[in-house]
């Protein structure tokens, strides 16, 4: 779903065009994709992108996005056929692989390797350690879903037990979560960007950690399709890997204030000056691949962390779970 605006990824099809060295990207010969993704944040960079410099129409894709706000939204959709794609936590497939669905959905391109969310407090703590929680209230997120998982996660690392030694809300949906925060609710609120910097620039908070470096690397967000699309429609995935592809090579050989120029069009309440501050951030932290591989020692981390969140009832096998076979093509070509 590309923004009506002249975008550069629109000068740069149009130029393309008028030397005559575009192939048709019109509508009428596009392949149509419906992605939902678990949440409209700049941690999806490369994928936007991907929408903005045209590469989903240069793979012949027509891709329109809609927003899950929650993984199991998202799950929903695609299982619901209201979607083809789904960008989500890895957990949500998990969980629906365990219920014993015969055509369950398959990760087939990651896109994020940290979490991307941040903690926030209503002091500017500048030494903080993750052990001055102790006694003090977060809000977190939906139980069982991976912010809330990494949370849980970072505490225990950190020698605290979640809701002994630190409260957490989990009772707040996603979207509402800042609002709580400003309403007076918790010490500390966990939130992805755009939302912690704005909370900041409210000056109703601080940034004063990041969960993605706290908790490692993790296939924090994947692309996940059900296994008959995968069957009945293999060139279309292949063809949507190949564009994220492009999008994630071009973040990681671009700076922050180039990137931010070229997704403002999904964030028309931001500004350069602000995106670029929060690519930076992400960046510095080394959040996203660099290649759409999904490997087996990430798989089995994210399980780890289940597991210790008491979320995993059974482990997955990596070969059902993860298709490598699009991510492996498109990167020997």
């Not at 403002?264 to 500004?271: A, G, N």
Request: glycine fraction near 8%; aromatic fraction near 10%; proline fraction near 4%.
């Amino acid at each position: 779903m590309r923004k009506k605006i002249l975008s550069a990824g629109a000068v740069l099809t149009a130029f393309a065009l008028l030397c005559g060295c575009q192939a048709d990207t019109s509508a009428d010969s596009l392949t149509p994709v419906r992605l939902n993704e678990v949440v409209h944040s700049v941690f999806y960079a490369p994928q936007y992108v991907a929408q903005e410099m045209g590469f989903f129409e240069e793979e012949g894709l027509d891709v329109t996005v809609s927003i899950g706000n929650g993984a199991d939204k998202s799950m929903t959709a695609l299982l619901s056929d209201s979607a083809d794609i789904a960008l989500m936590g890895t957990e949500a497939g998990i969980y629906v692989y365990n219920e014993g669905k015969e055509d369950y959905p398959k990760a087939f391109l990651q896109l994020t390797q940290r979490a991307g969310n941040f903690l926030v407090s209503r002091e500017n703590e500048t030494d903080f350690q993750w052990s001055d929680l102790k006694g003090s209230s977060v809000i977190g997120g939906r139980l069982g879903g991976m912010p809330e998982l990494i949370l849980e996660y970072t505490l225990k690392e950190n020698g605290m037990t979640p809701n002994e030694d630190v409260e957490i809300v989990n009772n707040i949906d996603f979207s509402s979560t800042a609002g709580a925060f400003l309403g007076g609710v918790g010490d500390y609120t966990v939130e992805f960007e755009p939302t912690a910097t704005s909370l900041v620039q409210s000056g109703a908070g601080y940034i004063i950690a990041s969960l993605g470096e706290a908790s490692g690397y993790v296939p924090y967000t994947v692309y996940m399709a059900e296994s008959d699309f995968m069957t009945q429609h293999p060139e279309t995935v292949e063809a949507f890997t190949r564009a994220i592809y492009k999008g994630q090579q071009w973040v990681a050989n671009h700076s922050a204030a180039e990137i931010a120029e070229v997704i403002l069009p999904q964030f028309p309440d931001s500004d350069l000056e602000t995106l670029t501050t929060i690519i930076d951030r992400y960046k510095a932290q080394d959040t996203w691949k660099t290649d759409p591989t999904f490997d087996e020692a990430g798989f089995t981390l994210i399980q780890d962390i289940m597991e210790a969140g008491g979320e995993l009832s059974s482990r997955v096998p990596y070969a059902d779970f993860v298709v490598t076979d699009f991510a492996e093509k498109v990167m020997a070509e």
